[in-house]
Every structure is written in C-alpha cells, then in structure tokens.
C-alpha cells in the first residue's frame, strides 16, 4: 500500500490506499436540482466547493444544507467561477465538475487517484456518454476541439471534459487567464507547456438536469467554441 508523505491531510476513500484529502469545485448557475442529487454522493472525505455565479433558485440554499462551501462569484463566466473556487481551496488536491448531475461524483477517485500517486500531474475524465447525454453538435464540437488540441500540445487527448484534477498549488502557478469557456483548455494548454504529466481516465455522462447555461443554446454553444479557438490562437 503506497502511504502518503508526512504531514499530508487525510481523506477521500479510494479502496486500499489512504489519500489526501480533496477540494471538489463546483460552477454553479441556477443547478439547485443538479447539487440535490450529486452533493449526497461525494465520496469520504471530499469538501464541495460551490460557487455561485448569479443563481437564482435555491442552489445556496441546497449547497448550505449539505455543509458545502459557498463561494459567490458576481463576474459570470464559468472560467471566474472555477478560478473563484481554486482560491478558495485549501486542500493540497483539486478537483473540477459540473454542477448539473451529468457527472457522478462516486467517480472522482479514479480521476484524483493518479494525481495522488504521483503518476499524473493533470487527469481529466474522459466522458462515456449514455443514451442522450450528449447532443450530437456538441459532441462533434468537442471531437474538433480536442482535435485542435492533441495538434497543438502533442498530448493524446480526446475531451476537454468538466470532470479533472491536480494538485492546487500547481494550478495556481499556471496562471490562468480565461474567465469564459475556455478555461479548461487553456488549463490543458499551459499545463503541457508547463510539462505536466497529463493522464485521461474513463468516467461515465449522464443527462445533465436541466438546461445548459453555456450550451444549451446553438449562441451559447457558438461562444463555448469562439472562446476555446481563442485559447488555441493564442
């Protein structure tokens, strides 16, 4: 059994092993039936991070009853969200994911397990769609973007999914600029620049309960895109 440095926090439960304990951010814009579901299923020892970005149902009421951490970020953009939750992390590890229940949370050991070891610096799920989780547009989207980026990083990458993870301070180093949709893949970018050891790890993807305020609109999907081709050109 690989046992953690001294000194180090304990915490999320991955069978065998004890292993640090972990932040989990999660955007949040109006996902008051999303964080119902997925808040109960945080595996052992993982803290939910939600921050808010503008919502307007009971998201920070659901996010309070279940002892989350509410961060409110008033600048919209899921990359200000996401940089939002990253400061206010204190776990040595991080992890990324929707706030809309397409994700399961149980999954997140397999993502953050690697990084825990030592074996990734990066690791990103890698989404398994089931029947009607995901729109064939914004599949085929995605199928080019990632395309863009195996090309521009030299990493065999396949998805530039919600779901990763990677030691905080790391993260913090990056530097990252993007406040909009291209958050994650300038997160991918500057991580290869940087060297990162990046890992893919097979999770599953639901439909997500209700609608997407980045994609769920062909103009939300359209700026999803114009902004991640920004990052490429950069």
Not at 133 to 159: K, S
Not at 182 to 195: C, F, I, N, T
């Amino acid at each position: 059994m690989n046992c953690p440095s001294p000194g180090a926090p304990q915490g999320v439960d991955v069978p065998g092993r004890v292993t640090p304990t972990i932040d989990v951010v999660l955007p949040c814009l109006d996902e008051a039936e999303g964080l119902s579901w997925l808040l109960p299923r945080l595996p052992a020892g993982a803290r939910a991070i939600v921050v808010d970005n503008g919502s307007t149902d009971r998201s920070v009421h659901v996010a309070r009853a279940h002892d989350a951490l509410v961060v409110v970020e008033s600048v919209r953009g899921f990359g200000a969200a996401c940089d939002a939750g990253l400061r206010a992390a204190s776990a040595d590890v991080v992890a990324f994911c929707d706030a809309d229940a397409s994700l399961d949370p149980a999954d997140l050991p397999a993502v953050v397990d690697p990084v825990v070891r030592g074996e990734a610096d990066l690791v990103l799920g890698r989404r398994l769609p089931s029947e009607g989780a995901w729109p064939w547009h914004l599949r085929f989207a995605n199928r080019e973007l990632a395309r863009r980026a195996r090309r521009r990083t030299g990493l065999d990458v396949h998805d530039l999914g919600p779901m990763r993870a990677a030691r905080r301070g790391a993260l913090l180093g990056l530097d990252l600029a993007d406040r909009r949709s291209g958050y994650p893949l300038e997160m991918l970018v500057a991580a290869a620049d940087a060297g990162w050891r990046v890992q893919e790890v097979d999770v599953p993807y639901r439909p997500r309960l209700g609608r997407s305020k980045v994609t769920g609109t062909p103009l939300g999907a359209w700026r999803a895109v114009r902004d991640m081709s920004r990052v490429l050109a950069s």
